[in-house]
């Protein structure tokens, strides 16, 4: 679990470095898929994957807009706010967290139950997703994007048995 939420964050990273090459008008405009841009796509990793570790632990969700936050300095910054937080959770997950239960009450009183093993994995699986979106809007402007590969990244520390 935490070799993956690492691999995500160095990817994620990387990509906040790879868009220091796009003018502000690139990292805005509005693109097909996703939340409908690179730089809403970024904003919306970091807020999905903390708003989900604060649910669990019942702490208070994040509403702000990202209206506030669309400058990729702004949105760096908010990640780099919520990732002590997020990262103290997964660096304590263990084995006995995979079945604690969480109860999503949704509109209406309807309810949805996970496991919080499910929603970590989740969260997981939410930030590879729209890192192939951001892939796939990096060669249409003409642009190599990051590479997804995990391998060679230096994560083997941090593998089953190791976490």
């Given at each position: 679990?935490?070799?993956?939420?690492?691999?995500?964050?160095?990817v994620?990273?990387?990509?906040?470095?790879?868009?220091?090459?796009?003018?502000?008008?690139?990292?805005?405009?509005?693109?097909t898929?996703?939340?409908?841009?690179?730089?809403?796509?970024?904003?919306?990793?970091?807020?999905?994957?903390?708003?989900?570790?604060?649910?669990?632990?019942?702490?208070?969700d994040?509403?702000?807009?990202?209206?506030?936050?669309?400058?990729?300095?702004?949105?760096?910054?908010?990640?780099?706010?919520?990732?002590?937080?997020?990262?103290?959770?997964?660096?304590?997950?263990?084995?006995?967290?995979?079945?604690?239960?969480?109860?999503?009450?949704?509109?209406?009183?309807?309810?949805?139950?996970?496991?919080?093993?499910?929603?970590?994995?989740?969260?997981?699986?939410?930030?590879?997703?729209?890192?192939?979106?951001?892939?796939?809007?990096?060669?249409?402007?003409?642009?190599?994007?990051?590479?997804?590969?995990?391998?060679?990244?230096?994560?083997?520390?941090?593998l089953?048995?190791?976490?």
């Amino acid at each position: 679990m935490q070799t993956l939420f690492r691999y995500n964050w160095m990817v994620r990273e990387e990509w906040y470095k790879w868009c220091e090459t796009l003018s502000e008008e690139e990292l805005l405009q509005p693109r097909t898929g996703g939340v409908g841009g690179i730089l809403k796509t970024l904003f919306h990793i970091a807020d999905v994957e903390w708003s989900w570790i604060m649910a669990m632990q019942g702490k208070p969700d994040f509403e702000e807009d990202f209206a506030e936050y669309s400058t990729l300095d702004k949105v760096k910054e908010l990640d780099a706010r919520f990732r002590p937080e997020v990262e103290a959770f997964v660096l304590g997950w263990h084995e006995g967290l995979e079945r604690n239960i969480f109860v999503d009450k949704r509109y209406e009183g309807e309810k949805a139950i996970d496991a919080w093993g499910e929603i970590m994995r989740h969260i997981i699986a939410h930030e590879i997703h729209h890192i192939g979106q951001l892939s796939v809007w990096a060669r249409e402007l003409g642009h190599k994007p990051v590479s997804a590969n995990l391998i060679g990244r230096g994560l083997r520390d941090t593998l089953p048995g190791k976490e």
